[in-house]
Structure formats: C-alpha cells, structure tokens
T-cell receptor, first 113, second 118 residues
Framework: NAGVTQTPKFQVLKTGQSMTLQCAQDMNHNSMYWYRQDPGMGLRLIYYSASEGTTDKGEVPNGYNVSRLNKREFSLRLESAAPSQTSVYFC????????????FGDGTRLSIL | AQTVTQSQPEMSVQEAETVTLSCTYDTSENNYYLFWYKQPPSRQMILVIRQEAYKQQNATENRFSVNFQKAAKSFSLKISDSQLGDTAMYFCAFMWGDSGGGADGLTFGKGTHLIIQP
C-alpha cells in the first residue's frame, strides 16, 4: 500500500530556476495539502485542496502555485526559485470531514543555491 | 489565527521511564481536533494520537496517552515505558472542525526533540 508518494526525494536548483514537486495518493482521499518544514520550525501550510478542482492558500503561499490535476494528484510549482525556499516539502492527504487525520509523504528536500 | 506552543525544545530520559511532552494552543472555538505526530530521523511524519475536542475522555494508544485540559487549552502527551525507538521529534498540531470556521489544514507547534537514553 503506497499511501502518499512524493517525487523527487532530493533536488538542488539554482536561483531563478523553476521546479514542480509531484504528489500522488492512492487512498481515495478528497483533501490534499502541501507543507514546508524549516529548521527549528513545525510544518507550515502552503496550499491545500479540499476537492478536485479547488485550491486555497495556506499560511505561506507566496512564491508557489499548485494544481489539483485529478483526485489522486496535487503538484506544487516554484516558478522562480529563491534561496528562501530551501526547505523540506511534505505532501499530505486525508478523508474530508470528521477530523480525519492527515497522512504524509516522505518529503522532498529542496536546496536553492 | 490559532497558535500552538510547545515549550520544551528538547527532553532526554532513560529507557523505560515515563515522559510527558507539553503543548498549549490558543483558540476561541469549540469545534476542533488535536494531534500528536512523531518525526524520527527518517523524516517521516507518523500519527501518534488524535483527540476530539468535544470528547472529555483522554485518547490512548498503547503506551501513548494524552492529558486534554480543554479549559486550560492544554494537550500533553505521555509516553510510558519509553523505548529507544521513541527517539524523535514530536509535534503537536491543531485542526479546525468541519464547522470551525477556519481554514483547512494543520497548525503545528515547533516540536520537542525527545531523546531516549539506553
């Protein structure tokens, strides 16, 4: 049972380059999320999607775009990467409603030089 | 916006001891959920325990239990008979209920690094 799969696991970019992080879940979950984790911090919400075709901003959306391609897939795009976007990125999904917990992917470590 | 505070950046205990990690949160709403997640060095985020705010009974999962004090807005995690494999970062997290009026997603504390010594 794969759960939430993120690709790639590691990536190094130069400032100004673009990049799309991919996320797919096979649990038939409605809601999907992107978080970033910086040293000494908990995870912070970038964007989320409550259902196919909808996306909403989270706490730290600047510099990012997202696409909910279908029910399974939710991608995060950096159009012009900046060193401040160096972080570990996590994708998560859950069944909507009833306080269902989020299930996380293994994360992508992204370094912007 | 709600805030989640974990006041212990790091804790260290001996194997088999009991340890309690603290978490406080700030909200004026009644409909919400609280979680503890474990992040070992492998970087995975693993759900430890979940609490529904409208339930008085404290959640328990094997060696893990919580002390949920709603009036005090406190949600501590107790780990009994600690094991070396419990060494990890532990994050407390808040989520609005379906009618809570807030944005979807989790709000995390900054985490507590728990070290279990042999």
């Amino acid at each position: 049972n794969a759960g939430v799969t993120q690709t790639p696991k590691f990536q190094v970019l130069k400032t100004g380059q673009s990049m799309t992080l991919q996320c797919a879940q096979d649990m038939n979950h409605n809601s999907m999320y992107w978080y970033r984790q910086d040293p000494g911090m908990g995870l912070r919400l970038i964007y989320y999607s409550a259902s196919e075709g909808t996306t909403d901003k989270g706490e730290v959306p600047n510099g990012y775009n997202v696409s909910r391609l279908n029910k399974r897939e939710f991608s995060l795009r950096l159009e012009s990467a900046a060193p401040s976007q160096t972080s570990v990125y996590f994708c998560a999904s859950r069944l909507t409603g009833g306080g269902q917990p989020q299930h996380f992917g293994d994360g992508t470590r992204l370094s912007i030089l | 916006a709600q805030t989640v505070t974990q006041s212990q950046p790091e804790m260290s205990v001996q194997e088999a001891e009991t340890v309690t990690l603290s978490c406080t949160y700030d909200t004026s709403e009644n409909n919400y959920y609280l979680f503890w997640y474990k992040q070992p060095p492998s970087r995975q985020m693993i759900l430890v325990i979940r609490q529904e705010a409208y339930k008085q009974q404290n959640a328990t999962e094997n060696r893990f239990s919580v002390n949920f004090q709603k009036a005090a807005k406190s949600f501590s995690l107790k780990i009994s008979d600690s094991q070396l494999g419990d060494t990890a970062m532990y994050f407390c997290a808040f989520m609005w209920g379906d009618s809570g009026g807030g944005a979807d997603g989790l709000t995390f504390g900054k985490g507590t690094h728990l070290i279990i010594q042999p």
